[in-house]
């Protein structure tokens, strides 16, 4: 990758389109993933004109034909995870699979593809749209229904919620963190007390393993420490016999209120499981939990149905830094 054309080399637009249209062709084979990595290096800089400590929304699109010579995935993650929002237009050998390794979470927003140059001035207009309706999003839609969401969150006045987590061998570290921020900003958005809103987390592999009960730890600040502190377990993915223990962790949280509240669980998982899922996740919803089924990556879809039993409560993403962005 080589730089063209920096965030703060021109401020004219008639400028930038003019050198863009001398841009020559360069030829050669695509390295997608070396080409990520610069961006998120070497452009998305202040010092190259980045406003993202102004809080000004940093946007990526990444044209492309596919076919990359290198391993994209990783780079793709680490710069959605800088903050910067990633849209991918493929062209002729560009394939579904590959443009949504690439692209942002909801996928429907951000991925476009077109079968050969010739079709890309009937897109301009389509992606001007999208870009423009983002930023708009972002500078105003989204913190009104963020706070309006929080807003709700924190009128909760009691709930019992367990985090049930898939910690399986094929979970990259990385991502494992990525879930337990997730778990920390969706606490955040509650009133955590004894009497109020309260947590527990278990994670699961091969068989459950509780981290925390609800009621052990009540305060944001002590489930936040509580949750750094866990560590993946690795082995395979039972969620069947994850779910089968739950029963008796949501009873024992029951006993301890004085009357009834609101209890649910929120399961995330990156694969299909071992076991069967329908009947024991059947058993918890007729006792009058709710629960929301989060699928990452291999994550079958038809299973999530069966966790949460249905299509409402039921959430998938390509990958794990995606989970932030659907937590509202």
Not at 66 to 84: H, W
Request: hydrophobic fraction near 40%; aromatic fraction near 8%; charged fraction near 25%.
């Amino acid at each position: 990758p080589r730089k063209q054309l920096a965030l703060n080399t021109f401020y004219d637009k008639h400028k930038i389109l003019d050198y863009i249209t001398k841009l020559p062709y360069r030829g050669g084979t695509a390295n997608i993933g070396a080409a990520l990595r610069f961006l998120r290096q070497k452009m998305f800089t202040s010092k190259q004109g980045g406003r993202a400590r102004n809080g000004v929304q940093q946007i990526a699109v990444v044209v492309t034909s596919g076919q990359s010579m290198d391993d994209f995935t990783k780079p793709a993650t680490i710069l959605r995870r800088a903050g910067i929002e990633v849209f991918a237009v493929g062209f002729q050998n560009a394939t579904e699979t590959e443009l949504n390794k690439i692209a942002s979470y909801p996928l429907r927003k951000h991925v476009t593809n077109v079968e050969s140059f010739l079709e890309l001035p009937n897109l301009e207009l389509r992606l001007e749209k999208q870009l423009c309706h983002q930023v708009v999003e972002h500078a105003f839609i989204e913190p009104m229904m963020a706070r309006a969401i929080e807003d709700g969150c924190v009128d909760t006045e009691e709930a019992d919620i367990y985090f049930l987590i898939d910690g399986s061998g094929s979970i990259e570290p990385e991502d494992f963190q990525d879930m337990k921020s997730f778990m920390n900003e969706m606490i955040k958005m509650f009133q955590t007390d004894a009497n109020r809103v309260r947590f527990g987390v278990v994670q699961y592999s091969d068989s459950p393993h509780t981290e925390f009960t609800i009621g052990e730890h009540n305060t944001e600040k002590q489930l936040q420490i509580e949750i750094r502190k866990i560590s993946q377990l690795g082995g395979g993915t039972g969620t069947g016999q994850a779910l089968k223990s739950m029963k008796s962790l949501f009873a024992k949280a029951a006993s301890e209120r004085a009357s009834k509240v609101p209890q649910s669980l929120v399961v995330i998982t990156d694969g299909e499981s071992q076991d069967k899922v329908a009947e024991p996740a059947a058993e918890l919803r007729d006792e009058g939990i709710t629960i929301y089924a989060i699928g990452v990556k291999q994550a079958v879809e038809k299973e999530l149905r069966e966790i949460a039993g249905s299509d409402d409560k039921t959430f998938f993403v390509n990958n794990f830094d995606s989970l932030k962005l659907i937590k509202n």
